[in-house]
């Protein structure tokens, strides 16, 4: 049985106020808009790889929500599930236009790192050039549930939500996912 | 030998939430906010006559080129012929042609 999401992120009374007016008035629209970035974006950066791709496609994310947003029906998902599945359709759209698969940007990533060490470094900084490499090659549904869990910090019933799969369906193929990271990091090694 | 628990450590170290470049934020909002939104309807519509547009302009430029081709190639043919009729009478020959040499 799935367990029901928790407050405060997907049923949120405020954002579903915000929803309903940013159907008509732009600011509103604004502050949905300053509350999801950070998400998209990082999920964007860690599908592509750079700064200047994820650029790019949060805008054209953004610019789909907000032009299709009045068309947008409430049906118990949380919001950003919603742009998630725009998100993942754009670089979805992105890969097969530009045929390109492009090595995850690490410098940048590495220098904006949350602890702001940067001496946590050289030994760590091959380290998650090394893992990093290892996610962009997995296929893209697993791509989705490890950034999603680790960069986003979802539950399996979450991401179920929004990938559209039950709890059950997200724990096993998180279980696969680990697995083969796991497996590949140790010939790595 | 890694255990999973040491990978999801490792994982969640490397997986760090990530901003977008500095200034890139307020950019988007304004970009945005400027963007009049067009109802989807409204949007399709437009995006209708746009497609009927180019295609009445795409039929036109081709009809266009296939009435060139034909006034050039009746041009050619005319100018074809005067030029075997002006040869036929530089070399003297009758403009009834070979009908008139044989006989």
Redesign the interface.
């Known amino acids: 049985m799935e367990k029901p999401i928790p407050k405060g992120r997907s049923q949120d009374p405020d954002e579903e106020r915000l929803i309903r007016q940013a159907k008509y008035d732009?600011?509103a629209?604004?502050d949905l808009?300053?509350r999801h970035?950070?998400?998209i974006?990082?999920y964007l950066?860690?599908r592509t790889g750079n700064?200047a791709d994820?650029?790019d496609l949060?805008?054209k994310v953004?610019?789909k929500a907000?032009?299709?947003l009045?068309?947008y029906e409430n049906l118990g998902l949380p919001f950003s599930a919603w742009l998630y599945r725009i998100a993942h359709n754009v670089v979805a759209n992105w890969y097969r236009d530009q045929g390109r698969r492009k090595v995850v940007g690490l410098d940048e990533?590495i220098n904006?790192?949350?602890d702001g060490d940067p001496g946590s470094s050289a030994e760590?900084a091959a380290?998650?050039e090394a893992?990093?490499k290892l996610?962009h090659r997995l296929p893209e549904e697993k791509q989705q549930v490890?950034?999603l869990k680790?960069?986003?910090g979802y539950s399996n019933a979450e991401i179920g939500k929004i990938l559209g799969r039950s709890e059950g369906a997200v724990k096993s193929l998180y279980h696969r996912t680990?697995?083969q990271?796991?497996d590949q990091?140790?010939t790595t090694? | 030998?890694?255990?999973?628990r040491s990978?999801?450590s490792?994982?969640?170290?490397?997986?760090?939430?990530?901003?977008?470049?500095k200034g890139?934020?307020a950019i988007?909002?304004r970009?945005?906010?400027a963007?009049t939104?067009?109802?989807?309807e409204l949007?399709k519509t437009t995006r209708s006559a746009e497609i009927a547009t180019l295609t009445t302009l795409g039929l036109g430029a081709v009809a266009t080129v296939a009435a060139v081709a034909t006034i050039g190639g009746m041009i050619a043919g005319l100018a074809g012929s005067g030029a075997l009729l002006l040869g036929a009478a530089k070399r003297g020959v009758p403009r009834s042609g070979v009908k008139a040499q044989t006989a």
Do not use: D, N
Request: aromatic share 12%.
């Open positions: 732009p600011q629209f604004g808009y300053e970035l950070r998400k974006y990082t950066f860690y700064h994820a650029e949060t805008s953004f610019q907000y032009v299709h009045p068309g990533a904006r790192s949350a760590s380290e998650r893992l990093l996610i490890i950034i680790f960069a986003e680990l697995l990271l796991r990091w140790e090694e | 030998m890694t255990t999973e990978m999801e490792r994982l969640r170290r490397v997986l760090i939430p990530i901003a977008p470049r890139y934020a988007l909002k970009k945005l906010l963007h939104r067009m109802p989807v949007e």
